[in-house]
């Protein structure tokens, strides 16, 4: 499905609403909805989530709401997620807010993922007892949208190289597949920044049309090949620290259901944001100790040089993103405040403990 057939169907939107959601129908014990994601249907930890969540929402009612999961490209394509659910083509979508920023609000990255910002934990921490899903409901709701953290990669790599990357000056001329804020902090370093989905990175990196590329962790990075593609593989993921995915929900979708069944889907989308961690873990570690065991790829950590460069320019290109309108100014005050004191805390207990294990 084409943009312009989403949005042409938003025109008839009011007569299809009334007909999919009469009295009668919303009263009946039974729902059948329609989630599009993003992922390509054999795309594990993402695809795979959606459809658990899925499952998982059919079990806990008793099969009284059913989500029939369409991966990208069934429905509508990918990246027409987030307009599908807005109009009403579509009832909810499973995907990551920070493609839709740039063409609807810079400060969905904040729900997503920032440079050097939240981690997994922090980010749900935020969202569900700092303040963060009242934001998210006045940003979302601005679209039709009511949403909701369901997902998690966790702290990601900072990527794969071709060849050894120690300062800054390096950055220069690199191209560099990466998107979202972490984009433009490297712009600002001096990369050239190329958008790539994640079937077409490891052909590039072969072919050296790029000499760099993030995707996600050791997991999903070698299930898409890109070991196979270069030697060097840097850590940590600067630009996406704890990466969390979204469900999305047409708003008046949500609306529909009684205090119940939104309790029962807010619960089963915080189910699957643990579940989905827990497992984005597991498989991370495993498949990281077969690249340690091959012995082919270097892993490393970024020089601490290049640590503090992309600290500093992250900063510059948040308060960016905070800086919009009132609500996004809203946004960012609240996220810096709540970063601020779980920091003090991240700092004494994980930090500590995780620092203390590492002791010889």
């Known amino acids: 499905m084409r943009r312009r057939d989403i949005l042409g169907g938003a025109g008839v939107l009011t007569t299809a609403v009334t007909a999919s959601f009469p009295a009668p129908a919303i009263a009946q014990s039974r729902r059948q909805l329609r989630m599009v994601t993003d992922w390509p249907a054999d795309m594990p930890g993402l695809q795979t989530s959606a459809v658990r969540f899925a499952k998982s929402i059919a079990h806990a009612s008793a099969g009284r709401i059913n989500v029939e999961v369409f991966p990208a490209g069934e429905f509508v394509r990918a990246l027409e997620t987030f307009d599908a659910v807005s109009a009403g083509v579509a009832d909810m979508y499973h995907s990551y807010e920070g493609y839709f920023a740039p063409s609807k609000s810079p400060a969905l990255y904040f729900f997503s993922a920032i440079p050097l ?5 922090e980010l749900i921490a935020w969202t569900q007892y700092g303040g963060g899903q009242e934001l998210w409901d006045a940003l979302s709701g601005q679209f039709n949208i009511k949403a909701l953290l369901c997902c998690s990669t966790g702290c990601q790599m900072g990527g794969w190289f071709a060849r050894e ?5 390096q950055y220069k ?7 979202g804020p972490g ?3 490297l712009r600002r370093l001096g990369a050239t920044v190329v958008t790539l989905p994640g079937g077409d990175i490891m052909p590039a990196l072969r072919s050296g049309a790029i000499d760099a590329s993030e995707w996600i962790g050791p997991w999903l990075d070698m299930a898409i090949g890109l070991h196979e593609a270069v030697s060097y593989y840097y850590y940590p993921g600067f630009h996406e620290p704890g990466a969390g995915m979204s469900l999305g929900i047409n708003r008046r979708v949500w609306d529909s259901f009684d205090t119940g069944d939104q309790q029962l889907i807010e619960a089963m989308a915080a189910c699957e944001y643990t579940r989905s961690l827990a497992e984005f873990n597991a498989n991370n570690s495993v498949s990281l100790q077969k690249l340690r065991e091959a012995g082919k790829i270097k892993i490393q950590k970024f020089d601490d040089s290049l640590l503090k460069a992309q600290r500093e320019v992250s900063r510059e290109v948040v308060a960016e993103i905070g800086s919009g309108d009132e609500l996004a100014r809203k946004i960012y005050a609240s996220y810096q405040q709540f970063r601020g004191t779980i920091t003090d805390w991240s700092d004494i207990s994980e930090r500590a403990v995780l620092n203390s294990r590492a002791l010889t």
Do not use: K, S, W
């Not at 910002?117 to 934990?121: D, H, K």
């Not at 990357?165 to 000056?169: G, L």
């Not at 001329?173 to 998107?179: D, E, K, Q, T």
């Open 183 to 185: 984009a433009e902090v």
């Open 173 to 179: 001329g690199l191209r560099y597949r990466m998107a």
């Open 117 to 121: 910002g939240f981690t997994a934990n």
């Open 165 to 169: 990357i120690v300062a800054p000056e």
